[in-house]
T-cell receptor, first 112, second 114 residues
Framework: AQSVTQLDSHVSVSEGTPVLLRCNYS??????LFWYVQHPNKGLQLLLK??????LVKGINGFEAEFKKSETSFHLTKPSAHMSDAAEYFC??????????FGDGTTLTVKP | EAQVTQNPRYLITVTGKKLTVTCSQN?????MSWYRQDPGLGLRQIYY???????DKGDVPEGYKVSRKEKRNFPLILESPSPNQTSLYFC?????????????FGPGTRLTVT
């Protein structure tokens, strides 16, 4: 069994300040973890993924995430928010049997 | 261009009228999957397929059917749609590698059942 909890449904930051989107997961095996972004009325795009290599993962647009097994967390960060980062973000856990479980999503608002 | 296509993009139908949403990918991916997206619930997996003639239930399969007769196509069938199936549907595909690979998503199909 697997599950994902995104701890904040909404996060609001000012442009130029750090972003932290929190994700905890539960899995009975070594998971693959992903962050996807969905801009308004758009499809989903991969930001980054963890698949048992380096625990600090770098993605596109300056985002990165750290896999912490002891805390079962995979939080997404960015040092400095940009207006174009405003979107909905999904944390996803996938099993090697094909099941993918999405978190409920975090809406990021960036204020000028 | 590598892509996942879905048709139709928008559909309004009535309760009980069978419908099919098509999904096709041109990347030779083994894995394909269907999701529905509802406000506040993220995306929930309906069915997935690890390869041709191999399909399995996701978390919300009730009221849906799928088939995988060809590698590139993975249609979603609603035999008797009901209003609670009003949703935004996404098809996705990836190479099969123990769940490690990025999924590529189609543009979505917005379905309304009245």
């Amino acid at each position: 069994a697997q599950s994902v909890t995104q701890l904040d449904s909404h996060v609001s930051v000012s442009e130029g300040t750090p972003v932290l989107l929190r994700c905890n997961y539960s899995s009975s095996y070594s998971p693959s973890l992903f962050w996807y972004v969905q801009h308004p009325n758009k499809g989903l795009q991969l930001l980054l993924k963890y698949t048992s290599a380096a625990t600090l993962v770098k993605g596109i647009n300056g985002f990165e995430a750290e896999f912490k097994k002891s805390e079962t967390s995979f939080h997404l960060t960015k040092p400095s928010a940009h207006m174009s980062d405003a979107a909905e973000y999904f944390c996803v856990v996938s099993s090697n049997a094909g099941k993918s479980t999405f978190g409920d999503g975090t809406t990021l608002t960036v204020k000028p | 261009e590598a892509q996942v296509t879905q048709n139709p993009r928008y559909l309004i139908t009535v309760t009980g009228k069978k419908l099919t949403v098509t999904c096709s990918q041109n990347m030779n991916h083994e894995y394909m999957s269907w999701y529905r997206q509802d406000p506040g619930l993220g995306l929930r997996q309906i069915y997935y397929s690890m390869n041709v003639e191999v399909t399995d239930k996701g978390d919300v399969p009730e009221g849906y059917k799928v088939s995988r007769k060809e590698k590139r196509n993975f249609p979603l069938i609603l035999e008797s749609p009901s209003p609670n199936q009003t949703s935004l549907y996404f098809c996705a595909s990836s190479f099969r590698d123990r769940g490690r690979n990025e999924q590529y998503f189609g543009p979505g199909t917005r379905l309304t059942v009245t």
